[in-house]
């Protein structure tokens, strides 16, 4: 099983990034995917999340209206569109495949950094 996020970097603030999330070894198309954000010197913050067939997502209210999660099931990948960056955006964005107990995985993370 793999989960490889890309696509971080740095960017001024207002400024765009797409994270992708390339996913193998399991049936992509089964599981929901979420992407998970940790900033510096702080916790897990959920970020957003999208239905196994796509036709349900969700946003923490951080990033509602800024950020939006799309996933393509031919491709096995997962994407995080992000308008508007705001400084406290920075963080490890990671990405999550959730089936069931037990069937659960994690990327390493891709690096989001809004500076000026």
């Known amino acids: 099983v793999q989960v490889v996020e890309s696509g971080g970097g740095l960017v001024q603030p207002g400024g765009s990034l797409r994270l992708s999330c390339a996913a193998s070894?399991?049936?992509?198309?089964?599981?929901?995917m979420s992407w998970v954000r940790q900033a510096p010197g702080k916790g897990l913050e959920w970020v957003s999340a999208i239905a196994s067939g796509g036709g349900s997502t969700s946003y923490a209210d951080s990033v509602k209206g800024r950020f939006t999660i799309s996933r393509d099931n031919a491709k096995n990948t997962v994407y995080l569109q992000m308008n508007s960056l705001k400084l406290e955006d920075t963080a490890v964005y990671y990405c999550n495949a959730n089936m069931a107990i037990g069937y659960n995985y994690w990327g390493r993370g891709t690096q989001v950094t809004v500076s000026s």
């Open positions: 070894g399991f049936t992509f198309s089964s599981y929901a």
